[in-house]
């Protein structure tokens, strides 16, 4: 959720307080039931009963699958290894075709975090280390923590700059305010009322810089996620939305911090024609689904 204006900090509140943009509804979705029994209606006729003691084609064809999926996993998994293992002995430097083309294409999540707020830190001072924190703080920035006031306190200073943190709480604090978490169903606290669940996930599809200087980014985060407050009786139920959230980045004190954040809708794609899911399996969901610390 963002502020509205043309400030910097942020702009669709108006049009819907319980998320960062508009609706997206669902449809019910067409199953075809296939006939049942033991035999696949799609596979070829059998060729007779094999030998004794000759293993059929079809069990040969799954075993060669499966040791070729996991020999495919364990290949792909050496890129988390040392990065010296990359190169072979006759190519120490790791730069031959066969390492470059199976390369992971961005930097390893980092592995530190704060210890208040647990949000990521000690992004690089590199491209991809300004994309890796935008999209850790579009997260932030779209959690149902922001509309806890203590919470919201600890969270902004984090990933604002000094300058910028203190004007930017003034301004959530007032559009934060008692009346408007009202309507949307919550206490001064941001706590939905008993039976219900207050949903606010934020999830970055994609990121790409749009300007970059020694010490300065400007980082757009392709974002979707789920808002709104799940149970009986909400006058608010959960949807999905898509939107950008574009922050200007600064670095300060061996990270990265936000001087500014915006916002806009999409690009979204076409709803699909799957059955929603009911309040209570989005509340259990999440409850039960952890989040990520997102890296370039």
């Given at each position: 959720?963002?502020?509205?204006?043309?400030d910097g900090y942020g702009?669709?509140?108006?049009?819907?307080?319980?998320?960062?943009?508009?609706?997206?509804?669902?449809?019910?979705?067409?199953?075809?039931?296939?006939?049942?029994?033991?035999?696949?209606?799609?596979?070829?006729?059998?060729?007779?009963?094999?030998?004794?003691?000759?293993?059929?084609?079809?069990?040969?064809?799954?075993?060669?699958?499966?040791?070729?999926?996991?020999?495919?996993?364990?290949?792909?998994?050496?890129?988390?290894?040392?990065?010296?293992?990359?190169?072979?002995?006759?190519?120490?430097?790791?730069?031959?075709?066969?390492?470059?083309?199976?390369?992971?294409?961005?930097?390893?999540?980092?592995?530190?975090?704060?210890?208040?707020?647990?949000?990521?830190?000690?992004?690089?001072?590199?491209?991809?280390?300004?994309?890796?924190?935008?999209?850790?703080?579009?997260?932030?920035?779209?959690?149902?923590?922001?509309?806890?006031?203590?919470?919201?306190?600890?969270?902004?200073?984090?990933?604002?700059?000094?300058?910028?943190?203190?004007?930017?709480?003034?301004?959530?604090?007032?559009?934060?305010?008692?009346?408007?978490?009202?309507?949307l169903g919550l206490d001064?606290?941001?706590?939905?009322?008993?039976?219900?669940?207050?949903?606010?996930?934020?999830?970055?599809?994609?990121?790409?810089?749009?300007?970059?200087?020694?010490?300065?980014?400007?980082?757009?985060?392709?974002?979707?996620?789920?808002?709104?407050?799940?149970?009986?009786?909400?006058?608010?139920?959960?949807?999905?939305?898509?939107?950008?959230?574009?922050?200007?980045?600064?670095?300060?004190?061996?990270?990265?911090?936000?001087?500014?954040?915006?916002?806009?809708?999409?690009?979204?794609?076409?709803?699909?024609?799957?059955?929603?899911?009911?309040?209570?399996?989005?509340?259990?969901?999440?409850?039960?689904?952890?989040?990520?610390?997102?890296?370039?």
């Amino acid at each position: 959720m963002s502020l509205g204006g043309d400030d910097g900090y942020g702009g669709d509140y108006g049009q819907d307080p319980t998320r960062p943009g508009g609706p997206s509804s669902g449809g019910r979705l067409t199953r075809t039931r296939l006939p049942e029994g033991d035999d696949d209606p799609f596979a070829p006729p059998r060729r007779g009963t094999p030998r004794p003691g000759k293993p059929s084609r079809n069990l040969v064809t799954v075993v060669s699958v499966v040791v070729l999926l996991i020999a495919a996993i364990a290949f792909a998994n050496r890129g988390g290894g040392d990065d010296s293992s990359n190169g072979s002995s006759d190519d120490p430097g790791g730069t031959s075709a066969t390492s470059e083309s199976t390369a992971p294409t961005g930097e390893r999540p980092v592995e530190g975090k704060d210890t208040v707020t647990g949000i990521a830190s000690g992004f690089a001072k590199t491209e991809q280390g300004a994309q890796s924190a935008a999209a850790n703080y579009a997260v932030a920035l779209g959690s149902a923590d922001m509309l806890n006031r203590d919470r919201r306190h600890e969270i902004v200073p984090r990933i604002f700059t000094s300058a910028a943190a203190g004007p930017l709480q003034d301004k959530l604090d007032k559009a934060y305010s008692t009346d408007f978490l009202q309507k949307l169903g919550l206490d001064q606290n941001g706590k939905a009322a008993e039976g219900l669940t207050y949903v606010s996930r934020t999830a970055p599809v994609g990121t790409k810089i749009t300007k970059y200087a020694d010490g300065t980014a400007t980082v757009a985060v392709w974002c979707t996620g789920v808002f709104g407050t799940a149970g009986e009786g909400s006058k608010t139920p959960v949807t999905n939305d898509w939107f950008t959230m574009t922050l200007k980045l600064r670095w300060v004190g061996n990270d990265w911090k936000t001087e500014s954040y915006s916002q806009k809708n999409g690009p979204a794609p076409v709803n699909s024609d799957r059955t929603a899911s009911t309040a209570d399996e989005i509340a259990k969901a999440v409850e039960e689904y952890g989040g990520f610390t997102y890296a370039r």
